[in-house]
């Protein structure tokens, strides 16, 4: 509030709350009129800046993705996904060597602790396994020797080490949860083609390999999403570094978030066997749901990962004997944009979770791992957020999150309500 006086507020009737960050800028008194003052309660934080980051960038009316600088497009097709956590965490590109020293670095923090199998083993086997992967965040964090070291350097380190071993969490309990010893982790296998190996127990071709290392770098970061404001605001109170992933992976669990994939996957599979799509997508909006996988807070044009992602679906269709179910992806994208045009809501078109979820299916993924999956791949970004958050490395200093909220509940002055005792009390 540093350009604002009380005079000028007070005049307006305005208090804090109600007054857009973006006018918040010298020169204001020849620029905002009352019309451009909006309230900003209730609406999810959207336009609102609350920090400045070096990690990503959107622009949602262009559709584009940029990770430190880099488009995704190029870093999807030329990069890797190691190379890509390295950059999120170190702001640069690696050169040969940090990208071999950080290779080597993951592999060599893949094994997990023994009582982390030991608990997954005694969860239950219906649990969800974006639950369990939330759950054993902490519990890695105590097998963490530097926990409570806060340098930048120790933070990279954790941050190693929950990359390497959130996967392994998540293809562990799959195991387990089907009565099965999990796999040990293949020293000679690259991280996603590790993974596959941990949840098949198969080795993967290595063209599947390289989809799912570019699925991993298409979530690895995406700016001030709600999980990793989740993982910031919570590491602004100085928590450390596995408590804001695991924060943010309840966020991401959600399926207005993350969790759409999942449901995405599920459609689809409800949807096989529907002739008349269109007639599905009119009646589905006309009963106020949401077709899942569509729309984004950020993006007014399509998500720039779905147009790689529905690429990659229209050649793993056609590799894995599976055309049909991304026909029936494509039916409902042109049904929905045909559906929401009608209503004047244009911008709502695929993003990232409308045809990852088919991706995942033909790679041989079960639907509740989905997310996981994007969990596994997010945590980069998640703890290159987290050490910019911690040191200041954007702005000024780090600062703990604080908003404000206006009290509407019960109100009887100052010196509060009176208290009845309990026998007193008439409902
Ligand atoms: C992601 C999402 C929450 C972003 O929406 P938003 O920009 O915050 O906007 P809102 O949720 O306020 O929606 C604005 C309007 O568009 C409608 N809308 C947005 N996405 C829609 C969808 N996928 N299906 C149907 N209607 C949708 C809302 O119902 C709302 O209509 P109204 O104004 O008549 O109430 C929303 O698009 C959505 O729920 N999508 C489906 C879930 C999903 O795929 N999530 C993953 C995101 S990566």
Redesign the pocket.
Known sequence: MEYWSIGVLEYWGLSHHSITPSLQHPGFFKEVTMAEVVNVKNI?L?GVTVADTKVSFIDGEKGILIYRGYRIEELAERSSFMEVAYLLLEGVLPDKKQLESFDRAVKAARELPGFVYDSLKRWPKEAKPMDVLQAAVPILAMADPDLEDESREANVRKAIRLIARMPIVVAAYHRIRQGETPFQPDESLPHAANFLWLLHGRKPDSETARDLDTCLTLHAD?TF?ASTFACREVVSTRAHMYAGVSAGIGALSG???????A??MRMLLDLESEKDIPGWVRK??ER???????????YKTM?PRAKFLKEMGARLGKKTGNERLHQLSMLIEQA?LAE?GR?G?T??QP????YSAPVYHMMGIPGDIMTPIFAISRASGWCAHIIEEKFGEAQGKPALYRPQAEYVGQYCGLMGCTYEGINRRTA
């Open positions: 999810g959207r995406h999403n399926s207005l978030h993350g969790g759409a994939n449901q995405v589905t909006l106020g749901d949401r077709i899942m996988g569509m729309g984004h807070a950020v998500d929905g929401f209503r809501k911008e709502i993003n990232v979770d409308f």
